[in-house]
């Protein structure tokens, strides 16, 4: 019912940037919250960051400053812009969605496929 494309990931040397995309489509009323997570193989996913409806942004500590996350609600899209990349960065990148559906009163939470960012010289 919901489909999250992203695109963006990939590899760069530290100190570099890498902007993430991530495009919600189908049977969509409204979109809540946006967010981006990641994880590394071994350990729990952690959010990196979210965007509320009205613009409202929180940060994982250690992205405070070097990453921003906004939202185009005209698209259904939100992106991450990465800057000053560290080698402890690197992780799949999840984008996760709130939505309602059209006809459905309920909220639904979906994720994207992941994408691979890999930060190392």
């Known amino acids: 019912q919901v489909q999250l494309v992203e695109s963006g990931g990939g590899l760069v040397q530290p100190g570099g940037s890498l902007r993430l995309s991530c495009a919600a489509s189908?049977?969509?009323?409204?979109?809540?919250?946006m967010a981006w997570h990641r994880q590394v193989p071994g350990k729990q996913r952690e959010l990196v960051a979210a965007i509320s409806t009205i613009g409202s942004t929180n940060y994982l500590d250690s992205v405070k400053g070097r990453f921003t996350i906004s939202r185009d609600n005209a698209e259904n899209t939100v992106y991450l812009q990465m800057n000053n990349l560290k080698p402890e960065d690197t992780a799949v990148y999840y984008c996760?969605?709130?939505?309602?559906?059209?006809?459905?009163?309920?909220?639904?939470?979906?994720w994207g496929q992941g994408t691979q960012v890999t930060v190392s010289s």
């Open positions: 996760k969605v709130e939505v309602r559906l059209h006809g459905a009163p309920a909220r639904y939470q979906y």
């Open positions: 189908g049977s969509i009323f409204s979109i809540y919250v």
